[in-house]
């Protein structure tokens, strides 16, 4: 009898972390994407309807932690403190999943439908909450299946996760339908003639979604020719600087000088506008904020910065790159210092007549840790902690900004605008489309460039000089996938440490280009140095997605919760119906 007890809680470990095995190679830089199709399976067979609570919590909640600290182990380098709070609070997801599903298998729905509601749901809250992290959906698995997720321009990467989960969901109501039968007639196998009709149904309406998905792919492939044209040569700097290295203020004119060197490399073979990545100028540059400084007579590498910039696209082209910017109040000195009271991750661009661009981008997604310490205000003694083993001796706080910045480019006699996309701001939906449309939905951008600093998530060896890649640079790549299929909108990285690239509007990593020295294989470029530059694809096709966003993530967002709601309602009716017995 103890046997028995324990087993069914083993059996229920195996099973979750089967599930959490296969969900950690599905996504890159793995190869086992086709395991997508059926990690959520040993998942689904956990959430026995005879489970018990606090045990299905208690196992789920252990190996989602353990797989979001195996999958996140780059956030080690950034925060220890931050990367286990994050994980453990992403580890929260997979209880509820698991009592949401447990709930759907009592109530025989039918999983086909169950299960994608509660998975997109889920991955719609992660999105959401902690000002969201978009990070390893199931749909994001499939980057490479260029023709399958053609439709995330009507329902974005949600649609494509709610797909593979709709598999996923069938596959297990035929096993717990097998299960059943064979339960109820000993070793037979064969189904009643209903249950076979059901599951005949149900196998119809996910090969009918599978090829209306393919067959609407191919067409949106096949006509894109006809809405796409090139625009000028774009041409896009990759340093390969570990972060404590490029931080140091005493590197500055020599990571500048760099960038020089690549970038005149990039006009030489024909580029008129070269990106260098996020915050590589290491200078506050706003022309605000170096007036006061050169007012008090203070010394402001910015002044160096902006002369040696300037100089540079004078005659040649458009520079646009990734510094800080600051807000200096009146009365500007206040006890000896400066009155700072804003301070933004900024995006620049230096135009070919050697002046800065009176636009200026400030980032809006700040990623928790990376740019702003949380709980300063509600849990101050947490965020002492935070504060205790953060990477730099003071509070590096951002503030958020608030515009969607479209810059102007002149190209002969045409004009073309783009948007800009600093770091993780790839992989929020929202920011992407309101950079790429206006409120009226029209587009306002012809591309985007996403730049961004990687340095932080790579293994430096201090004693040989080597780099390793983590996972998190080739996982950000493939999530700007479904950003540029969402808009029909080319998107240029430029990556310190890598990956730069370009993604055309079809979702396609572009591998190649027409000059440079970097991999010709865009997911190699990861821990290397070089430049290339290529022709911008423009896609004129306004999306679904563009005009209405992430709506298919709302419905989700709402059926998860009305899903629990029903379910802890339904338990304390059931709670207070059997007290009332009780008392007669």
């Known amino acids: 009898m103890e046997i ?32 997508a199709w059926v990690a959520l399976v040993p998942f689904v067979l956990a959430c026995r309807q005879e489970s018990k609570t606090f045990a299905m919590v208690l196992i789920s909640g252990f190996v989602a932690t353990v797989y979001w600290l195996g999958n996140l182990w780059w956030l080690t380098l950034v925060t220890v403190p931050g990367y286990i709070g994050f994980c453990i609070y992403l580890g929260l997801y997979w209880p509820i999943l698991a009592i949401c599903i447990r709930y759907c298998r009592r109530k025989r729905f039918p999983l086909i439908v169950a299960l994608p509601v509660l998975i997109i749901g889920a991955e719609a809250w992660q999105g959401i909450l902690i000002t969201g992290f978009s990070w390893r959906l199931l749909g994001h698995s499939q980057y490479a299946n260029t ?7 009507i329902f974005g990467a949600t649609g494509v996760s709610f797909v593979v989960a709709m598999v996923n969901g069938l596959i297990c109501d ?15 196998v064969g189904m009643a003639h209903p249950t076979w009709i059901i599951n005949a149904v149900k196998v119809s309406v996910t090969v009918f979604v599978l090829l209306s998905v393919m067959t609407y792919g191919k067409y949106r492939i096949g006509q894109s020719a006809k809405y796409m044209s ?6 896009s700097v990759q340093p390969n600087i570990p972060s404590y290295v490029k931080e140091l203020a005493d590197n500055g004119e020599d990571i500048l000088n760099d960038l020089i060197d690549k970038s005149n490399k990039c006009f030489d073979a024909g580029a008129e506008l070269v990106a260098w990545p996020e915050t590589i100028v290491l200078a506050t540059m706003n022309k605000s904020y170096t007036k006061v400084l050169k007012k008090y007579n203070q010394p402001n590498p910015g002044d160096l910065y902006n002369e040696m910039i300037s100089k540079h696209t004078m005659g040649r082209g458009y520079v646009f790159f990734g510094s800080h910017a600051a807000t200096i109040e009146y009365p500007y000195v206040i006890n000896n210092r400066f009155n700072v009271t804003e301070q933004f991750n900024s995006a620049y661009l230096y135009r070919p007549d050697g002046k800065q661009d009176p636009k200026r981008f400030d980032k809006i997604h700040l990623v928790p840790f990376g740019e702003y310490i949380p709980c300063k205000k509600s849990a101050p003694f947490i965020y002492k902690v935070f504060r205790f083993f953060s990477p730099f001796d003071y509070d590096y706080s951002l503030t958020r900004g608030t515009e969607y910045t479209a810059f102007d480019m002149d190209s002969g006699e045409k004009q073309y605008h783009f948007g800009c996309l600093i770091c993780y701001e790839d992989t929020d939906p929202e920011v992407t489309r309101k950079m790429v449309v206006d409120e009226a939905g029209n587009k306002k951008s012809d591309w985007l460039i996403n730049i961004s600093n990687d340095g932080w998530y790579v293994k430096y060896d201090k004693k040989s000089g080597k780099m390793s890649p983590s996972g998190e640079l080739s996982q950000r790549t493939a999530i700007s996938v479904f950003r540029a299929i969402e808009n029909r909108i080319s998107i240029i990285r430029s990556v310190n440490t890598g990956i730069s690239c370009l993604v055309d509007p079809v979702g396609r990593i572009v591998d190649g280009y027409a000059g440079g020295d970097l991999p010709q294989k865009a997911m190699d470029r990861e821990c290397v140095e070089g430049w290339f530059v290529d022709k911008i694809f423009i896609d004129k096709r306004v999306t679904f997605f563009s005009k209405h966003g992430k709506w298919p993530d709302i419905y989700a ?25 009780a008392n007669k």
């Open 4 to 35: 028995t007890k324990l087993k069914k809680p083993a059996v229920q470990l195996a099973l979750f972390a089967v599930s959490a095995f296969m969900l950690t190679f599905i996504q890159v830089p793995h190869t086992l994407h086709f395991l």
């Open 174 to 188: 035929l096993i717990i339908d097998w299960r059943k039968k064979r339960n109820s007639k000993g070793n037979s």
């Open 147 to 153: 023709t399958l997720i053609q439709f995330a321009d």
């Open 557 to 581: 967002a709402g059926s998860f919760v009305a899903i629990l709601a029903a379910m802890f309602l339904e338990k304390l009716l059931k709670s207070k119906y059997m007290k009332r017995k």
């Open 230 to 235: 090139e625009g000028p040569v774009i041409g």
